[in-house]
């Protein structure tokens, strides 16, 4: 599983900066290479490391488990919004606000409430 989810992330990676490279020199195919890259980051390697990292390893702490939940959603709907702003689509803006105050008003409470609870267990 580990070894799948770093190829995923190294090969999304080389895709965006490649790509990135393309679109600068303006070579063919640029567009289409960072912006695969980018749905792949954002959709398939995130996920997969989130589930490695956390959910794998955490039994019993469901407030854990539920911050992770939301900052996995909030870096989702970041991430489409970006890629809905590099391809010039309708809601880019709506989807960056949405991503925005899902991050700050649901997921940062969590994680300092999680945080909050851990320094009082030590």
Same mark, same amino acid.
């Not at 803006?93 to 999680?114: Q, Y």
């Given at each position: 599983?580990?070894?799948?989810?770093?190829?995923?992330?190294?090969?999304? /990676?080389? /895709?965006? /900066?490649?790509?990135?490279?393309?679109?600068?020199?303006?070579?063919?195919?640029?567009?289409?290479?960072?912006?695969?890259?980018?749905?792949?980051?954002?959709?398939? $390697?995130?996920?997969?490391?989130?589930?490695?990292?956390? $959910?794998?390893?955490?039994?019993?702490?469901?407030?854990?488990?539920?911050?992770?939940?939301?900052?996995?959603? /909030?870096?989702?709907?970041?991430?489409?919004?970006?890629?809905?702003?590099?391809?010039?689509?309708?809601?880019?803006?709506?989807?960056?606000?949405?991503?925005? $105050?899902?991050?700050?008003?649901?997921?940062?409470?969590?994680?300092?409430?999680?945080?909050?609870?851990?320094?009082?267990?030590?």
């Amino acid at each position: 599983m580990k070894i799948f989810t770093y190829s995923i992330g190294l090969l999304a /990676s080389i /895709s965006v /900066s490649i790509g990135y490279l393309f679109i600068v020199l303006q070579w063919l195919g640029g567009g289409n290479l960072f912006n695969y890259g980018i749905l792949v980051l954002a959709f398939v $390697f995130f996920p997969l490391l989130a589930i490695d990292r956390r $959910f794998m390893k955490m039994q019993g702490h469901r407030i854990h488990k539920f911050t992770y939940i939301l900052g996995l959603c /909030s870096a989702l709907l970041i991430g489409l919004s970006v890629l809905f702003k590099l391809l010039h689509l309708q809601g880019a803006t709506i989807l960056l606000i949405a991503g925005s $105050f899902f991050f700050a008003f649901s997921f940062l409470p969590f994680l300092f409430l999680s945080l909050y609870k851990k320094s009082l267990q030590t």
